[in-house]
């Protein structure tokens, strides 16, 4: 055959298979088919190196890979919304049953705890070491004016130190409230370099102290409990989502040899557990409403 009549023929079969393979359609097929899981997770749980310590794990006995994006919880939950993640990690319960009820959200399960501490500088300037009351305490950093680094990122740790100020109809706004708009490592280390106070789940606390001149100055509180769930996101809603790998990370993160990992992480280097494993009880054990 004349090279004439080969070349347009192999042009146009290419063409079809280029058009073919860009379909919409085709995208969805592989979206669909796809073992990757993009997790939307607060920065603390990457942040302390506990997802670096669990997803081994997970890829040595799953066909799925997680795509980890460490986020303010607000973030994460937005990106629920959106449809641009798979599943939550999260740790704002309030803000995670209104995603629920805005059906964003589906197959929310109690994964684990642990508290939120107020920390600052070891010389104290506002007083409030050893303060029974989380929401004392915020009150005398105000009256004091002392430094407080804030979150300012609507992540989970943001969300609770809202509610203080709430609670106490305090506006919190002056020259010496910062907002550091990062995550809590990066927040920890400007409370350092400013001498100031701020608000911090334990675990990243105790991950990062020997990189900041910090010290716990409250806890124990009720209020200061830090709860994690895990979230589906609605394949209802959102039909492009990777149901059945959210659905095999949540068991995962049940599973009895998971949480037994999760109750031991942190003991070998703090001396202490950083995570406490919740799986299988009910929210009013917690102290929350279901």
């Known amino acids: 055959m004349p090279k004439s009549i080969i070349a347009p023929s192999i042009c146009i079969i290419l063409i079809f298979v280029t058009m073919v393979g ?3 359609g085709s995208e969805q097929g592989v979206k669909g088919e796809s073992n990757e899981i993009i997790l939307a997770t607060t920065t603390s749980t990457q942040d302390s190196g506990l997802l670096d310590f669990l997803l081994p794990k997970f890829h040595a006995d799953n066909d799925f890979l997680v795509k980890t ?17 798979d599943v ?18 589906t197959d929310r399960t109690l994964i ?7 920390v600052g500088p070891a010389d104290d300037p506002a ?34 130190e809202l509610q203080f100020w709430q609670d ?47 010290e716990i100055h409250v806890e124990g509180d009720q209020g200061l409990l830090n709860v994690y769930h895990v979230i589906s996101v609605n394949p209802e809603t959102w ?8 659905q095999a990370f949540t068991a995962f993160l049940v599973s009895p040899d998971t949480q037994k990992m999760i109750a031991e992480f942190g003991i070998d280097q703090f001396g202490q557990p950083l995570f406490v494993p919740d799986a299988g009880k009910a ?8």
């Not at 994006?69 to 993640?85: F, P, S, W």
């Not at 004091?144 to 740790?157: H, V």
């Not at 106070?197 to 900041?212: F, G, K, P, V």
């Open 22 to 24: 860009c379909s919409p």
């Open 127 to 160: 007083g409030i070491s050893g303060m029974a009351s989380a929401r004392d305490a915020f009150q005398r950093i105000f009256d004091s004016s002392s430094i407080f680094i804030s979150r300012g990122d609507d992540s989970g740790t943001h969300k609770k």
């Open 168 to 214: 106490l109809n305090i506006d919190p706004q002056s020259d010496s409230y910062l907002e550091s708009g990062q995550g809590m490592a990066a927040s920890l280390r400007i409370a350092s370099e400013k001498l100031g106070y701020t608000l911090t789940d334990r675990a990243t606390y105790l991950a990062n102290q020997d990189l900041i001149d910090l």
């Open 88 to 105: 939550l990690l999260v740790h704002a319960p309030p803000a995670e049953l209104e995603l629920m009820d805005k059906g964003f959200g």
């Open 283 to 290: 929210e009013s054990e917690l102290g929350l409403d279901s």
């Open 239 to 246: 039909p492009q989502v990777n149901y059945s790998g959210a």
């Open 69 to 85: 994006i460490a986020v303010g919880t607000g973030k994460a939950l937005k990106m629920a919304e959106d449809g641009n993640a």
């Open 112 to 118: 684990m705890h642990n508290d939120f501490v107020i």
